[in-house]
């Protein structure tokens, strides 16, 4: 018997590769035959050595009618190739293209993941694109599943989304984390060692942490304020380091200039730029700082637990669900620098606080959000869609 179908869509590979890396194996080896698409891009290598073919259609990330237009048109001839039992997308304009040629084409089984909404914090004109687009995507899927409780609050309350047609797999995240290889070692204690020393960071030092994008949406600005008023103010402000993992994004979601300039011309600031492995990078660093305005589920929050990395983060749906406030982490108002400068503060001053956190984060992570759980999930979801077809 032919094994199903499944075609996986993201608009760029490194969302396959970072943010789904392993369901690809993990379904091949469970019952489906799977296939992986998404626009050109360095990290197709990585995707394939999965074991399953990627295609390429162009895709964008911006909103460009025109070329979208044509995307799906293409995805409708690759669809019509492959014939896929299911299709199933992530990431907003993915979901867009990928779901609207499945529905063209028929596809049985259409499936779309939402892991962040940029409608969120999009204003005027660009927010009734971005609704009228989300809702168009939603249309064409058989059912949405948004990877946290907050967006699924979000997408029904204020998208007007039917509960009917809204799930979430598990408790939430759309790939969980591989938590023996998100572990604390002593290989990875001395690689972080080795940065530090590389850096000139010695053990007076205290170093703050942030890994993503470094965008404004990251909430770098507020980021920003509270590490510049913590050097200006703290007794111990001469012993305070940055650290910033992750790639710039000037083009899509510029910084403002006066925190660009700071940040890539302090002496306290380091930009670690992207990193393929970010345990050591992490575990160089005495507290993650994630002040993101919005998020689905944030794998680097589930990553820095456990490594045992005591997070500060706001209080957004996905952050808000992996750390409990004063019991695993701390978690503050969404663009608000004052509140995070606060909790920057108290864990800077209490060694004893911090340890107990990330005690205490490993644990429950680890409880509620184990990858091999999530995976399990996911295919009895694709096996109980199949079925209803049948």
Known sequence: MEKPRLLRITTVPISLHLLLRGQFRYMQENGFQVYTLSAEGKEIEEVVKEGVPHIIVPLTRKIT?????????KLVRVIRKVKPSIVHTHTPKAGLIGMLAAWICGVPVRMHTVAGLPVMEAQGIKRQILVLTEKLTYACAH?????????????????????????????????????????????????????????????????????????????????????????????RGADLRLLLIGPFEQDLDPLDPEDYTFITTHRQVTLAGFQRDVRPWLMASDMFVFPSYREGFPNVVMQASCLEIPAIVSDINGCNEIIQHDATGLVVPVKDAMALQAAMTRLTEHEALRKQFAQAARKHVVAHFDQQYVWKELRQEYSSRLLQVD
């Open 143 to 235: 059912r949405v599943y948004p990877n946290s409780e907050g967006l699924k609050r979000y997408m029904l309350d204020t998208l007007g989304v039917s509960s009917a047609r809204v799930s979430i797999i598990g408790r939430g995240s759309s790939n969980g984390i591989d938590s023996s290889f998100f572990k604390p070692t002593d290989d990875l204690k001395r690689e972080a060692a080795a940065i530090r020393a590389k850096h000139g960071i010695t053990d007076q030092h205290i170093v703050f942490s942030f890994v993503g994008r470094i965008v404004r949406d990251k909430g770098i600005g507020e980021l920003v304020r509270a590490f510049r008023a913590m050097l200006a103010t703290h007794p």
């Open 65 to 73: 009618p025109l070329q979208d237009l044509a995307s799906v048109w």
